[in-house]
């Protein structure tokens, strides 16, 4: 007996060591694969430079040849100098102007940064129990604009993330403008730039959550509010929702991460931060040394670090390039970029360890305030999730694919009735998606235009593609939208990899979790004992982000003495001619710069931060450091397939002639693949025109939408086989018929795998008249 244990003992520890070794030879191919591949796009992009420059100087070149002469040289040289020396002058009278708006804003308490009035109507900070530093808004219309109170209202959560707030409504052509355009009740969910002494997330939950009863009591009549969560908020606003489901319309998230592990190789280093600085211990040093509360600029500098070559260079550039044009624009913008804020160390540690490290929220790992685990796929509000390609901080991979995390399979996003449209853009960078006006006039515009459309879509997955149509009376340009049936493997393919490589990141959670223990332990009450106010304040005036706001503005007498001579350079513009041989060379050598900056500042410091990820964590991963932390899910997905399979049973042939209608209706719309926005609402119109819907309120018409479609996504030839023993009244069933082909529009019925289809259903449900009944059995 003991010699067979031996044996056996040795048997599994052999498996074992093969097992690693297996492993570890998986992560030195792929280790080898990621350094190749980063060698190729080094190459690529270095040569792509010298070709680029190359190419610059012989148009440089061919452009100083062209010059008539030696005297015309010298005056395209004076000309340029006249014009570099009073851009120099305005340049730098903006940088003052930009240090002098920081401090006045700072002195200000830095409000939120909309560009609309507002007033309060619920402060946070004054509730008496779990109060924070959020508040609730209206909008005032302008004039011009009037809002319709029975419209259903708009709720905007800003993101937390370093800056102040009122992104959301940083200018007119913004979120806030297109839906007080659309006449929409507005609502903003602001907050202070320093939280109230021991705030926490679950304090800011419980106040959004009175924020949406609030906006829900004013509007009764309406239907319920949309919300809209722009990056942070995003995740702020599905846990929310989770929570409490009931307080929500639609939910509109923007840039925002809810799967912290996803992303392509070679394309978002930024998920490797995490476990390159050892976890979430540094969030919490972080927080000790600022005496309890989070400087938010540490975050902003961060931003900033991961595109040197226009944070150091590009922007400025910009600036020195066009001064005049560009001076209100860039002012704006920076005093919403230098609005600082604080959040207390219990939120930032909470958010580093449950989201960023942890990736709790999309694992049900999450309690909300009443102490329940938030599960998203309670979340019964259509969800619409706009990403972009472009956006490295929030890649598409991030902001979707928590959806993959939560169904098994597309059929259990329809069996939880969830409809989710996701609209991708494919350059714009993640502030693009809050602050330009183009998306606001494009994307955000036609969200809010389709949202009912969005609202009666069958159950399932989305994707939202506008396409130009026209233009308008004014010459701007018309957008069609459609709505193409999507599965969970087109999302997946958008991870230009496997998603295998994400158990790397279990790694990561199991190291932090044992530094963190380890700073809590040995090194917090160190740091905490030698902490104050004073400190604190100190290390955040003395960061670079501060000290150069301080530095460029009145308080430097240098620049201070610039203003005049910037006023007279203003008054006397002689600006160079666009076609200078030296301007051009000026602009050539700037873009090389900025190019080449992104190349040894940031190209080359992700490829490095990527193979050392790799090389530490894969490494421990095959040696199965963190892989027992993984919750087996398969006996929750049996769970759940048996209840989905009472659900089919019980409504397979339930639901009379409403629900047959919107069996075939769905059926349809299943076959059509991609349906026009215009052509949803007509025929949405046509179905209340028959008047079988009639007295049926949204929610209940959706649930009844849910039943079918369900049915028809787990027992497909059954539900369409119980169609007959739904209508087997003759007179009703053809009612139904009629009242199906009053409904389908020609364009649908035009297509052949529809026209297929429609035909399929009316020979399931052959009409028998009356006469036919009573003459063919005599004739037989």
């Given at each position: 007996?003991?010699?067979?244990?031996?044996?056996?003992d040795?048997?599994?520890?052999?498996?074992?060591?093969?097992?690693?070794?297996?492993?570890?030879?998986?992560?030195?191919?792929?280790?080898?694969a990621?350094?190749?591949?980063?060698?190729?796009?080094?190459?690529?992009?270095?040569?792509?430079l010298?070709?680029?420059?190359?190419?610059?100087?012989?148009?440089?070149?061919?452009?100083?040849?062209?010059?008539?002469?030696?005297?015309?040289?010298?005056?395209?040289?004076?000309?340029?100098?006249?014009?570099?020396?009073?851009?120099?002058l305005?340049?730098?009278?903006?940088?003052?102007?930009?240090?002098?708006?920081?401090?006045?804003?700072?002195?200000?308490?830095?409000?939120?940064?909309?560009?609309?009035?507002?007033?309060?109507?619920?402060?946070?900070?004054?509730?008496?129990e779990?109060?924070?530093?959020?508040?609730l808004?209206?909008?005032?219309?302008?004039?011009g604009?009037?809002?319709?109170?029975?419209?259903?209202?708009?709720?905007?959560?800003?993101?937390r993330?370093?800056?102040?707030?009122?992104?959301?409504?940083?200018?007119?052509?913004?979120?806030?403008?297109?839906?007080?355009?659309?006449?929409?009740?507005?609502?903003?969910?602001?907050?202070?730039?320093?939280?109230?002494?021991?705030?926490?997330?679950?304090?800011?939950?419980?106040?959004?959550a009175?924020?949406?009863?609030?906006?829900?009591?004013?509007?009764?009549?309406?239907?319920?509010?949309c919300?809209?969560?722009?990056?942070?908020?995003?995740?702020?606003?599905?846990?929310?929702?989770?929570?409490?489901?009931?307080?929500?319309?639609?939910?509109?998230?923007?840039?925002?991460?809810?799967?912290?592990?996803?992303?392509?190789?070679g394309?978002?280093?930024?998920?490797?931060?995490?476990?390159?600085?050892?976890?979430?211990?540094?969030?919490?040093?972080?927080s000790?040394?600022?005496?309890?509360?989070?400087?938010?600029?540490?975050?902003?500098?961060?931003?900033?670090?991961?595109?040197?070559?226009?944070?150091?260079?590009?922007?400025?550039?910009?600036?020195?390039?066009?001064?005049?044009?560009?001076?209100?624009?860039f002012?704006?913008?920076?005093?919403?970029?230098?609005?600082?804020?604080?959040?207390?160390?219990?939120?930032?540690?909470?958010?580093?360890?449950?989201?960023?490290?942890g990736?709790?929220?999309?694992?049900?790992?999450?309690?909300?305030?009443d102490?329940?685990?938030?599960?998203?796929?309670?979340?019964?509000?259509?969800?619409?999730?706009?990403?972009?390609?472009?956006?490295?901080?929030?890649?598409?991979?991030?902001?979707?694919?928590?959806?993959?995390?939560?169904?098994?399979?597309?059929?259990?996003?329809?069996?939880?009735?969830?409809?989710?449209?996701?609209?991708?853009?494919?350059?714009?960078g993640?502030?693009?998606?809050?602050?330009?006006?183009?998306?606001?006039?494009?994307?955000?515009?036609?969200?809010?235009?389709?949202?009912?459309?969005?609202?009666?879509?069958?159950?399932?997955?989305?994707?939202?593609?506008?396409?130009?149509?026209?233009?308008?009376?004014?010459?701007?340009?018309?957008?069609?939208?459609?709505?193409?049936?999507?599965?969970?493997?087109?999302?997946l393919?958008?991870?230009?990899?496997?998603?295998?490589?994400?158990r790397?990141?279990?790694?990561?959670?199991?190291?932090?979790?044992?530094?963190?223990?380890?700073?809590?332990?040995?090194?917090?009450?160190?740091?905490?004992?030698?902490?104050?106010?004073?400190?604190?304040?100190?290390?955040?005036?003395?960061?670079?982000?501060?000290?150069?706001?301080?530095?460029?503005?009145?308080f430097?007498?240098w620049?201070?003495?610039?203003?005049?001579?910037?006023?007279?350079?203003?008054?006397?513009?002689?600006?160079a001619?666009?076609?200078?041989?030296?301007?051009?060379?000026?602009?050539?050598?700037?873009?090389?710069?900025?190019?080449?900056?992104?190349?040894?500042g940031?190209?080359?410091?992700?490829?490095?931060?990527?193979?050392?990820?790799y090389?530490?964590?894969?490494?421990?991963?095959?040696?199965?450091?963190?892989?027992?932390?993984?919750?087996?899910?398969?006996?929750e997905?049996?769970?759940?397939?048996?209840?989905?399979?009472?659900?089919?049973?019980?409504?397979?042939d339930?639901?009379?002639?409403?629900?047959?209608?919107?069996?075939?209706?769905v059926?349809?719309?299943?076959?059509?693949?991609?349906?026009?926005?215009?052509?949803?609402?007509?025929?949405?119109?046509?179905?209340?025109?028959?008047?079988?819907?009639?007295?049926m309120?949204?929610?209940?018409?959706?649930?009844?939408?849910?039943?079918?479609?369900?049915?028809?996504?787990?027992?497909?030839?059954?539900?369409?086989?119980?169609?007959?023993?739904?209508?087997?009244?003759?007179?009703?069933?053809?009612?139904?018929?009629?009242?199906?082909?009053?409904?389908?529009?020609?364009?649908?019925?035009?297509?052949?795998?529809?026209?297929?289809?429609?035909?399929?259903?009316?020979?399931?449900?052959?009409?028998?008249?009356?006469?036919?009944?009573?003459?063919g059995?005599?004739?037989?």
């Amino acid at each position: 007996m003991f010699t067979e244990r031996l044996q056996n003992d040795a048997d599994d520890k052999a498996e074992h060591l093969v097992q690693i070794a297996e492993r570890l030879t998986q992560w030195q191919e792929r280790l080898a694969a990621v350094g190749q591949d980063q060698a190729g796009r080094l190459r690529d992009t270095q040569l792509g430079l010298q070709k680029a420059g190359a190419e610059q100087s012989a148009a440089l070149y061919a452009t100083l040849g062209a010059v008539g002469s030696p005297l015309q040289l010298a005056q395209a040289l004076a000309e340029y100098l006249g014009d570099a020396a009073q851009r120099g002058l305005i340049f730098w009278d903006v940088m003052r102007k930009r240090g002098n708006e920081y401090i006045e804003h700072s002195l200000a308490g830095r409000p939120p940064m909309l560009s609309f009035d507002y007033e309060v109507l619920l402060d946070a900070g004054t509730f008496a129990e779990h109060p924070c530093n959020y508040a609730l808004v209206r909008i005032v219309p302008p004039a011009g604009i009037s809002v319709d109170p029975l419209k259903r209202p708009y709720v905007i959560v800003d993101p937390r993330a370093g800056h102040g707030a009122g992104i959301g409504g940083f200018k007119n052509d913004s979120q806030v403008g297109v839906a007080l355009r659309a006449g929409h009740p507005v609502y903003f969910v602001i907050f202070r730039p320093e939280p109230v002494p021991g705030q926490r997330l679950a304090d800011v939950a419980r106040a959004e959550a009175r924020f949406l009863r609030e906006v829900r009591q004013r509007h009764e009549a309406a239907p319920k509010p949309c919300i809209i969560g722009n990056c942070q908020g995003g995740w702020a606003v599905m846990g929310l929702a989770a929570a409490d489901p009931s307080l929500v319309g639609p939910i509109v998230i923007n840039g925002a991460p809810l799967s912290y592990w996803a992303g392509s190789s070679g394309q978002n280093p930024m998920r490797y931060t995490g476990g390159l600085t050892g976890g979430s211990w540094a969030a919490h040093w972080l927080s000790d040394l600022g005496n309890g509360r989070f400087d938010g600029a540490l975050l902003v500098d961060n931003f900033e670090r991961l595109n040197p070559g226009n944070s150091y260079f590009g922007k400025y550039y910009t600036l020195f390039e066009n001064a005049e044009q560009e001076e209100a624009r860039f002012l704006h913008f920076e005093k919403w970029w230098g609005g600082y804020s604080l959040l207390n160390g219990d939120e930032i540690e909470a958010i580093v360890d449950e989201l960023f490290v942890g990736n709790h929220l999309a694992s049900r790992q999450i309690r909300g305030p009443d102490g329940h685990l938030l599960d998203l796929r309670n979340i019964r509000s259509p969800i619409v999730v706009f990403c972009s390609e472009g956006d490295n901080i929030t890649p598409p991979e991030q902001a979707l694919f928590w959806i993959a995390d939560l169904y098994p399979d597309d059929r259990a996003i329809r069996a939880a009735g969830q409809t989710i449209v996701y609209l991708r853009h494919l350059h714009i960078g993640h502030l693009g998606i809050f602050v330009s006006g183009g998306i606001a006039r494009k994307e955000y515009d036609r969200i809010v235009g389709t949202l009912d459309e969005i609202e009666r879509l069958p159950p399932g997955l989305y994707e939202m593609l506008l396409s130009e149509d026209g233009r308008n009376a004014s010459g701007d340009p018309r957008y069609r939208v459609s709505f193409a049936e999507r599965s969970l493997g087109d999302l997946l393919t958008l991870d230009h990899d496997t998603r295998a490589e994400e158990r790397y990141f279990e790694v990561v959670r199991a190291v932090s979790e044992f530094n963190r223990h380890a700073y809590e332990l040995f090194a917090a009450p160190l740091i905490k004992a030698g902490s104050s106010e004073f400190s604190a304040e100190l290390s955040r005036q003395a960061l670079p982000l501060r000290v150069a706001h301080y530095g460029l503005s009145d308080f430097n007498p240098w620049l201070l003495a610039i203003k005049p001579f910037a006023e007279a350079a203003r008054a006397q513009r002689q600006a160079a001619a666009v076609d200078n041989p030296f301007v051009l060379a000026e602009r050539a050598f700037a873009h090389g710069l900025e190019a080449w900056m992104n190349l040894w500042g940031r190209d080359l410091r992700d490829n490095a931060c990527e193979l050392a990820f790799y090389g530490l964590y894969g490494w421990l991963a095959a040696l199965g450091v963190g892989l027992d932390q993984h919750a087996p899910a398969a006996a929750e997905q049996r769970a759940t397939e048996d209840r989905v399979a009472e659900f089919v049973d019980a409504h397979l042939d339930a639901g009379g002639a409403r629900g047959a209608l919107l069996r075939m209706l769905v059926e349809l719309a299943g076959t059509a693949g991609e349906l026009d926005a215009e052509t949803l609402s007509g025929t949405l119109e046509r179905a209340r025109a028959t008047g079988l819907f009639e007295g049926m309120d949204s929610d209940t018409l959706r649930q009844l939408v849910h039943a079918q479609s369900t049915v028809l996504a787990y027992a497909h030839d059954a539900a369409l086989d119980a169609l007959p023993r739904m209508l087997a009244d003759p007179a009703e069933r053809a009612r139904t018929l009629q009242a199906l082909d009053a409904i389908v529009p020609l364009d649908l019925v035009q297509r052949p795998n529809v026209a297929a289809a429609i035909h399929d259903l009316h020979a399931r449900l052959p009409l028998v008249h009356p006469q036919a009944e009573a003459t063919g059995p005599a004739a037989g």
